[in-house]
T-cell receptor, first 111, second 113 residues
């Protein structure tokens, strides 16, 4: 039974398109995150939600819009995709001691 | 603001040899510290964590780390590595008052048969 699941695992799309990634956790955690991992493996936090409320927004372009319909779900919608958006996007949840439980990642390729 | 440094971007080591992956952090407040491992094409999973108590922390797969407050370090060690330990290793820090988790740039460990 997967603790943090993301879909889809792979996305390949053209510049200018819009895409969404969905994330669900069954761990009962209040806090969820989106991280971006670039081609050099560097992990950068994008957003954090605590019980459906946005608490961290790390100067991400407003083409990226997170949505949390409930505390078990955190989705990421990206408008007008650019080449530089190509990366692996990780969803994570946390019991608020800093320990993160990650999904398997969603690899986005923008052509 | 906190930051994390992992001085070695790549560490090659022979199978059954010991390894140490270095992590230093900077923070003006108390922190929690973590090591995560990422196998190829997978998400990250927790190896071990320091929240409080004993400064020597043992984790999964035979790894351990020692928290050194005076040197602001949290180095990861394993006495004998296996081929299966080949992966990317990330050190991470978060303020104890709870804030965003900051990751180091990662160290790629390659175990040579």
């Amino acid at each position: 039974d997967t603790a943090v699941s993301q879909t889809p695992k792979y996305l390949v799309t053209q510049m200018g398109n819009d895409k969404s990634i969905k994330c669900e956790q069954n761990l009962g955690h209040d806090t969820m995150y989106w991280y971006k991992q670039d081609s050099k493996k560097f992990l950068k936090i994008m957003f954090s939600y605590n019980n459906k409320e946005l608490i961290i927004n790390e100067t991400v372009p407003n083409r990226f819009s997170p949505k949390s319909p409930d505390k078990a779900h955190l989705n990421l919608h990206i408008n007008s995709l650019e080449l530089g958006d190509s990366a692996v996007y990780f969803c994570a949840s946390s019991p608020q001691n800093g320990e993160l439980f990650f999904g398997e990642g969603s690899r986005l390729t923008v052509l | 603001a906190q930051s994390v440094t992992q001085l070695d971007s790549q560490v090659p080591v022979f199978e059954e040899a010991p390894v140490e992956l270095r992590c230093n952090y900077s923070s003006s407040v108390s922190v929690y510290l973590f090591w995560y491992v990422q196998y190829p094409n997978q998400g990250l999973q927790l190896l071990l964590k320091y929240l409080s108590g004993s400064t020597l922390v043992k984790g999964i797969n035979g790894f351990e780390a020692e928290f050194n407050k005076s040197q602001t370090s949290f180095h990861l060690r394993k006495p004998s590595v296996h081929i299966s330990d080949t992966a990317e290793y990330f050190c991470a820090v978060v303020k104890t008052s709870y804030d965003k988790v900051i990751f180091g740039p990662g160290t790629s460990l390659s175990v040579i048969p």
